[in-house]
């Protein structure tokens, strides 16, 4: 949303870019005010002309937080212009959070720094600001650290070093043995004492794999197994309160894979809860949910009047 803000400032003439942000929450507007105020039929104009025509009152009101934009667009250096967006007028920052909820706040404060990043070692414009952004990565690692009230979803792998009053292993009854990689590698060791060779094998079925290739898959296999079972020692130990385990079974699977985390722990549940103050264990088996009608089965309600857009043709291009 910031970026289109950006390169609408950048080119106030891609009507893209000013679509994607009208209907950001920076300006707020929905698709059927885009579709209502933004409809140009075949009078040739661009999206920005035609709303800086338009006499609606939204449309007014939007022209006028544009024409803001770019009457500072040629002025101010990128970090400056995204601070304006953010705690300015428009009070982005706010209506972003209102949006997206505070997971919002990562990339808008990295998306500062880019700017910042920028600036520290380019002449500071605006179009060359976008145009290193998009040379960029651009992908965001957030840092888990910290706790919260809020639920976080993320891969055992990604939970390494940190702990939780309340873990959730959702999904434990899966197959360690459906997960193997395919492809091998056969480790060559040449005569004469040169280097050891990794070679890539293609995928081979059973029946195919003989001699060091069936040593090579063994070992392949060995280590996956320590390290399924090393991640439900880690995915277990980043509780500190209480630990539920569980997973949903395939249509066609009666239970639990034998080596999935949940068979493997089941037995540690089995019987009468554990007579202790502090820790104690319990287990439940639920039943298959209902099958659900295909959503193609299901009659989907009309609405007495419809939108204009469904009996509206689309016009000439």
């Not at 792998?157 to 197959?175: E, M, N, R, T």
């Not at 493997?264 to 202790?276: H, N, T, V």
């Not at 088996?285 to 309600?301: D, K, T, V, W």
């Amino acid at each position: 949303d910031l970026m289109a803000a950006l390169r609408f400032a950048a080119q106030p003439g891609d009507d893209l870019q000013l679509a994607n942000l009208l209907v950001s929450p920076l300006i707020g507007w929905s698709q059927e005010q885009l579709l209502e105020h933004g409809y140009r039929g075949d009078n040739g104009k661009s999206l920005w002309r035609h709303i800086y025509d338009n006499p609606h009152p939204e449309a007014e009101a939007a022209r006028a937080m544009l024409l803001d934009l770019l009457a500072r667009a040629d002025f101010e250096v990128p970090q400056a212009l995204l601070h304006w967006i953010l705690v300015g007028p428009w009070q982005g920052r706010r209506k972003l959070l209102a949006r997206l909820g505070s997971e919002a706040s990562d990339p808008i404060d990295e998306l500062l720094n880019a700017a910042f990043q920028f600036a520290a070692g380019n002449t500071p414009s605006l179009q060359g600001f976008i145009r290193w952004f998009d040379a960029g990565e651009g992908e965001l690692k957030r840092e888990a650290e910290g706790g919260g009230d809020f639920v976080r979803v993320m891969t055992v792998h990604g939970s390494k070093g940190l702990q939780a009053p309340i873990v959730i292993l959702a999904d434990a009854c899966g197959d360690p043995d459906k997960g193997m990689a395919s492809g091998l590698e056969l480790v060559e060791e040449p005569l004469g004492g040169a280097a050891p060779r990794t070679i890539p094998l293609l995928p081979l079925g059973k029946d195919e794999r003989v001699g060091p290739v069936a040593d090579a898959a063994d070992a392949a296999k060995a280590a996956e197994r320590e390290e399924h079972w090393r991640l439900l020692y880690v995915a277990m130990t980043r509780a500190e309160e209480a630990l539920f385990v569980g997973g949903a079974l395939g249509k066609l699977e009666k239970e639990p894979a034998p080596d999935s985390w949940y068979a493997r722990l089941a037995p540690l549940f089995a019987g009468d809860p554990l007579d202790d103050d502090i820790w104690g264990a319990r287990t439940e088996r639920g039943e298959r949910a209902p099958e659900f009608p295909h959503r193609s089965q299901q009659a989907l309600p009309i609405p007495e009047v419809l939108p204009r857009w469904a009996t509206t043709p689309v016009g000439e291009e």
